[in-house]
């Protein structure tokens, strides 16, 4: 059965509904001499933004070259990178998407123990041909550009996060105190439309899988990453509990070997890919397509980690003052794990 993705063949034989996957995996390893199939746990904040969560969708689980055969997914939905961090820390996780100044943080405060390595890329931000995190007003706003932004109220998901960074490097850069010229309020994503519509917020920042509903209320933006950043730079990344990497090693690289395929896979099948993630997650078709993989979403054309890259913008964010200390982030990255 190595040439076989065993799921499919579970499948139909019509064992998966009443055993479950998981479950038989061990029965199965027994049959073919593998012992136990490793179960790899992975912690993601955004579906359908956050890559990794597509593997949870079983037409897409279909395809893919190892899972079932190498190792089991066990999907983990959580509210914020830094829940993530908490799930790899427990040990529930062995990967879980983190952002810059998740990534910052988990490191300098050990926060899992035996550390962590990021192993792969999930999108980068600012990217001049793809979608950057844009801030968004009403259209009737005397809001026009940044410097209007004087003590309004700013929607944003978390504060001392990366996307809160966008605000204030743009804010620093106008010449507006960020900590006493503006107001921030935290609320989660998908309320911001409302809630700038209702007068509760002035302004909300937008990731790409809810700028849609943005654009379709007419609503204009203010500034984007684009404005505030010189260049693109990576901003999610798939991060690995060093236990989980020293433990699970062969298992981990036939995740990342998935993962890499999954994106080239979903890139090249759109058509076969986004409806049933669509379907799964509950979104409209029609909303996913119009901007998933394309020049509305992110820039994720390399899965692989760019040292130079995340070095670069760990240096801004500790100008920022988001991360307390510079260092090498090459020591916390390897990209061994993927398929060269």
Not at 1 to 17: E, K, W, Y
Not at 169 to 188: C, M, N, S, W, Y
Not at 262 to 281: E, G, M, Q, S, T
Not at 288 to 305: A, C, H, P, Q, S
């Amino acid at each position: 059965m190595s040439h076989i993705n065993r799921r499919t063949f579970l499948r139909g034989a019509g064992v998966t509904g009443a055993v479950g996957l998981t479950g038989i995996a061990g029965c199965l390893g027994s049959i073919t001499g593998g012992g136990k199939t490793p179960t790899i746990g992975v912690a993601w904040v955004v579906p359908i933004e956050n890559f990794a969560s597509m593997m949870e969708v079983p037409e897409l689980q279909d395809v893919l070259p190892n899972l079932g055969d190498k190792y089991e997914f066990k999907s983990i939905h959580v509210s914020s990178t830094p829940a993530g961090v908490s799930s790899m820390a427990s040990g529930d996780a062995d990967l879980a998407l983190m952002t810059t100044v998740s990534f910052a943080h988990a490191i300098a405060n050990q926060a899992v123990p035996q550390g962590i390595t990021a192993i792969a890329t999930d999108f980068w931000d600012a990217h001049p041909d793809y979608y950057g995190f844009g801030v968004f007003a009403k259209p009737d706003s005397p809001i026009n550009g940044p410097k209007d932004l004087a003590g309004k109220k700013l929607g944003v998901n978390a504060t001392g996060t990366g996307i809160h960074a966008v605000y204030v490097k743009e804010l620093d850069k106008v010449g507006i105190d960020p900590k006493t010229g503006v107001q921030f309020v935290e609320l989660e994503f998908p309320a911001f439309t409302q809630a700038i519509k209702d007068g509760r917020l002035d302004v909300g920042i937008y990731p790409a899988l809810l700028a849609g509903q943005a654009r379709a209320a007419n609503f204009k933006r203010v500034f984007r990453s684009q404005d505030v950043f010189d260049r693109g730079y990576p901003f999610a990344y798939n991060v690995a509990a060093n236990k989980s990497l020293n433990k699970k090693s062969k298992a981990m690289s036939a995740w990342a070997e998935d993962f890499a395929f999954l994106v080239d896979y979903c890139r090249n099948h759109r058509d076969k890919a986004l409806p049933p993630a669509a379907k799964h997650f509950k979104f409209p078709v029609a909303a996913i397509e119009g901007y998933f993989l394309t020049n509305k979403d992110y820039y994720r054309g390399e899965v692989k980690m760019d040292v130079t890259a995340l070095n670069g913008i760990m240096k801004q964010m500790v100008t920022l003052g988001f991360v307390d200390t510079q260092r090498d982030y090459g020591k916390y990255v390897s990209n061994k794990y993927l398929p060269s």
